[in-house]
């Protein structure tokens, strides 16, 4: 697992670098921001053709909520720029979509891993949800319906499954705006409980990139917009540059190698290897 | 469900009110601060005899630090005012143990509930913790390791996962240190990742109990203290009074009533009932 670690953290950090310079989105005309990169990049991850399963879509544990806006917004994939995000179980599998860098060979991997956000397989126990994701836009839809296992107080979804929604969320839009890798920070206010089994909708925007680092608002509230859940804001630093990897240690090890991300401002430095990934 | 969900809420907001006047808690002498209804809080929370099952107790999935500094803080249990908390598979079975408001009697639920931060049954396969309190100082440590279902980028721990646990450690804190019980905000910091199947050590602290909020905070490190895997602060409501709910609706029902939080310079108004609890 320890190499493993580093190396998934290298594959990550793929071959684009952003342009040094900030990059803020006009509030009112966001659409041609990083259009292209973005198209790239939303192309590697949605994998047209792939026997994993999909565990954002209908199933009988969604309610009717659930399901009329989802049919919705997949009618907005047609006409209207949306994307439908599909969702594995394990961020290894959306990995294996995406082109490597330094000619690494995506490593083989039997253990059985999940990400934590589809950890239960049961339908309706856990975590319902799905991502569209509207590329010109630079915003995301989440659809999340909390099961019986994510409870806090009796009957309500416990603050902490709303959290990490968020931050999967918020992880995944800016990946596809941006090549967003690590959260750096969430800052989340909770207004209302959500009630285990409903819907709750998640409105993610990009709201700026700047100095390598991505900026994004949430508001998660009922359909009708007339209760909200929670309000939060999230920032990702940016891609890891692929030449700011120094050379390989004399031993050859992948550990205790260096990524700098560089901005305008300020260089900073990670450890990845050993298991880890820390900042200097 | 419904209103299972009202009358947990109820349930929670049991039969203690604190004081109106802000209580800031001394930096140096903490120990004083709400010393016995603490106590009290504690031991109905802390249950001697039960047939629930306490999933807050070694098994063969920690590693060697989560079981040495298990040990450590349970030696403290004897000698040093810390105490061990125990943790069920819902928070429907911790209420079992407080003393109710109004007469009301604990609903039997056979539905299958769990706490987010219990989901996942088989061992070392999601949250692996323990959390320690030490009632006079107004702080806990809880001893978390992730699983492989609970990952984020490979090999290591989701933010959100972190995210949930620090906000059920402050959730549990804020409760017994001043009967808290709604999350009011989370802001956190990521600095680092938590490897998969590692000891990330959360150490929370009440900072000060003010305007009827209880604020807290928390840095999770290693063990060794050099990598500091995230900071965060929590703000948390203090307990709804009892004698503040309005009187029943004409027709009896127990949906839609009013619950007033009075502090020295507000009230605050919740709506609770109908699958739901909403501030106004």
């Not at 994993?52 to 009988?60: G, R, S, T, V, W």
């Amino acid at each position: 697992m320890i190499r493993r670690g580093f190396q998934a953290v290298i594959r990550l950090g793929h071959h684009r670098v952003l342009p040094g310079a900030p990059h803020v989105l006009p509030r009112l005309n966001r659409t041609s921001a990083f259009g292209s990169s973005t198209d790239s990049l939303v192309s590697r991850f949605c994998l047209e053709k792939t026997d994993l399963k999909d565990y954002a879509l209908p199933n009988a544990s969604w309610c009717p909520d659930m399901l009329n806006l989802y049919q919705e917004f997949l009618e907005k994939t047609k006409t209207d720029g949306w994307i439908k995000l599909p969702s594995f179980k394990s961020n290894r599998d959306h990995i294996q979509g995406l082109k490597l860098p330094f000619g690494l060979a995506a490593t083989s991997d039997k253990s059985d891993w999940r990400i934590f956000t589809r950890c239960l397989q049961v339908e309706g126990q856990g975590y319902e949800y799905v991502i569209f994701f509207h590329p010109s836009k630079k915003k995301s839809i989440c659809l999340f319906q909390p099961g019986p296992y994510l409870e806090g107080a009796p009957g309500f979804a416990h603050g902490g499954s709303l959290a990490a929604m968020m931050d999967e969320t918020f992880s995944k839009t800016a990946y596809l705006a941006g090549e967003g890798l690590f959260t750096l920070s969430l800052n989340i206010r909770f207004k209302n409980l959500i009630p285990v089994g409903s819907l709750a909708v998640l409105n993610v925007d990009v709201e700026k990139i700047e100095d390598q680092k991505l900026y994004m608002s949430c508001i998660a509230q009922s359909r009708d917009q007339q209760r909200v859940y929670a309000k939060s804001s999230g920032k990702e630093v940016l891609s890891l540059s692929p030449d700011s990897v120094l050379p390989p240690s004399p031993s050859g090890q992948m550990e205790g190698r260096i990524l700098r991300i560089r901005s305008q401002t300020e260089v900073q430095l990670f450890r990845v290897g050993m298991g880890t990934c820390c900042r200097l």
